[in-house]
Structure formats: structure tokens, C-alpha cells
């Protein structure tokens, strides 16, 4: 119960005692994948996110047979951007961070694996930063089929409105419009604009 413990701590407000709960998880799990994990969801709380995603590729390496982070890196990269967008991009070369085209391979790829609503979700938004209005529309129908909307919290208030785009291509486009501008990005304009306004 310590890792729930200490999510439950963090998210009512209280850092300090959810790191000392996560420390003593730490101490009986030495070395543990779910320990790597569990430190890797507090720093993301803690919007410390570089050492998160470093701290989830440990997590990677400690259990690799069982435990896939591809969809977490993912997301966590995304927040990364969005959270200092003039330092970084999802186009960036660097090999150890995820440009756009490698993030859509990687959620393919764990798509054809598994039901996987965050890689659906991750999809829709870089559809939707590329003007793939209707590919875009079609990932976010799709997860509103296998769960339901309501449990979908992102970690970033630009993210939050992507999850209700599904309702209406006019909601898509403002969404995506309002990322593209805290990015610094010209927005791009739809193939028809009339058939979204």
C-alpha cells in the first residue's frame, strides 16, 4: 500500500510526506522496477519532469520483460515540451528525446500490442498539430469507445481540451490552435476551413 500511499499524499497536497513514504518503499524494494515507477510518478507531480523520464527509463530497465514505458515516455516528453516550449520542440534530433515522427511509431507500435487509451489519446494530438483533422477526430472516437472520457485527466491544461474534441472538429481545431500557439508555432490552418468552423 506505501506507493498508493504516497500518490494519495502528493496529490493532497503534501510533497514532503509522499517523498518520505516513497523512500521507505525504496528501502524494502531496493532497486525495484515499481520502486523506479513510483518515484517516477512523484517527480512528474512534481513537475520535475527530465528526472521523471530518466527515472522511468530505470524503472524500463529494471523489469524489462514485463514492463513497457514506451506510452508513458511518450507522454511524459509531451509535458516536457509544453512545459518550456521555447527551449524545446517534438522535433528535436537529440537521440535520447522523441521527435514527432518517433512518438507515432512508438504508438503504433504498442497499439497493435494492446488496448492502450493513452497511446489513442497521444495519437489525436499529433494528428492534430499536423492538420489531420479527420485522422484526428478518428483516435479520440475510438477512445471515447473503449473508456470512458470522464477518466481521462491530462497533466497539462493545453492537453485538457483535446479530450472533448471528439464532439466537434470546431473544438479540435481551437485545441489545437491554442497548443500551437503556446509552442510558438504558426498555427496550421485546416484543408477546408469552412468545414470545421
Same mark, same amino acid.
Given at each position: 500500500?506505501?506507493?498508493?500511499?504516497?500518490?494519495?499524499?502528493?496529490?493532497?497536497?503534501?510533497?514532503?510526506?509522499?517523498?518520505?513514504?516513497?523512500?521507505?518503499?525504496?528501502?524494502?524494494?531496493?532497486?525495484?522496477?515499481?520502486?523506479?515507477?513510483?518515484?517516477?510518478?512523484?517527480?512528474?507531480?512534481?513537475?520535475?519532469?527530465?528526472?521523471?523520464?530518466?527515472?522511468?527509463?530505470?524503472?524500463?530497465?529494471?523489469?524489462?520483460?514485463? !514492463? +513497457?514505458?514506451? @506510452? #508513458?515516455?511518450?507522454? %511524459?516528453?509531451?509535458?516536457? /515540451?509544453?512545459?518550456?516550449? *521555447?527551449?524545446?520542440? $517534438?522535433?528535436?534530433?537529440?537521440?535520447?528525446?522523441?521527435?514527432?515522427?518517433?512518438?507515432?511509431?512508438?504508438?503504433?507500435?504498442?497499439?497493435?500490442?494492446?488496448?492502450?487509451?493513452?497511446?489513442?489519446?497521444?495519437?489525436?494530438?499529433?494528428?492534430?498539430?499536423?492538420?489531420?483533422?479527420?485522422?484526428?477526430?478518428?483516435?479520440?472516437?475510438?477512445?471515447?469507445?473503449?473508456?470512458? !472520457? +470522464?477518466?481521462? @485527466? #491530462?497533466?497539462?491544461? %493545453?492537453?485538457?481540451?483535446? /479530450?472533448?474534441?471528439?464532439? *466537434?472538429?470546431?473544438? $479540435?481545431?481551437?485545441?489545437?490552435?491554442?497548443?500551437?500557439?503556446?509552442?510558438?508555432?504558426?498555427?496550421?490552418?485546416?484543408?477546408?476551413?469552412?468545414?470545421?468552423?
Amino acid at each position: 500500500l506505501l506507493p498508493l500511499r504516497a500518490i494519495v499524499a502528493h496529490l493532497s497536497g503534501d510533497a514532503a510526506a509522499a517523498h518520505e513514504i516513497a523512500d521507505r518503499f525504496g528501502k524494502r524494494a531496493p532497486l525495484s522496477a515499481e520502486s523506479f515507477m513510483l518515484q517516477s510518478v512523484l517527480l512528474k507531480l512534481d513537475g520535475r519532469l527530465p528526472l521523471a523520464l530518466e527515472t522511468l527509463e530505470d524503472a524500463g530497465e529494471a523489469d524489462p520483460k514485463t !514492463l +513497457d514505458v514506451a @506510452v #508513458p515516455k511518450a507522454y %511524459l516528453r509531451m509535458l516536457e /515540451v509544453l512545459q518550456d516550449p *521555447s527551449a524545446e520542440s $517534438l522535433e528535436a534530433v537529440d537521440p535520447a528525446k522523441l521527435d514527432r515522427a518517433g512518438m507515432r511509431a512508438l504508438l503504433d507500435e504498442r497499439l497493435k500490442r494492446d488496448h492502450y487509451p493513452a497511446a489513442l489519446f497521444l495519437r489525436a494530438v499529433l494528428h492534430a498539430l499536423e492538420a489531420e483533422w479527420d485522422e484526428a477526430a478518428g483516435e479520440l472516437k475510438k477512445l471515447a469507445r473503449r473508456t470512458s !472520457l +470522464d477518466r481521462i @485527466v #491530462p497533466d497539462h491544461e %493545453l492537453l485538457g481540451p483535446f /479530450v472533448w474534441a471528439g464532439e *466537434s472538429r470546431s473544438r $479540435l481545431l481551437a485545441a489545437t490552435r491554442d497548443l500551437q500557439a503556446h509552442r510558438a508555432q504558426p498555427p496550421v490552418e485546416p484543408r477546408s476551413a469552412g468545414r470545421f468552423l
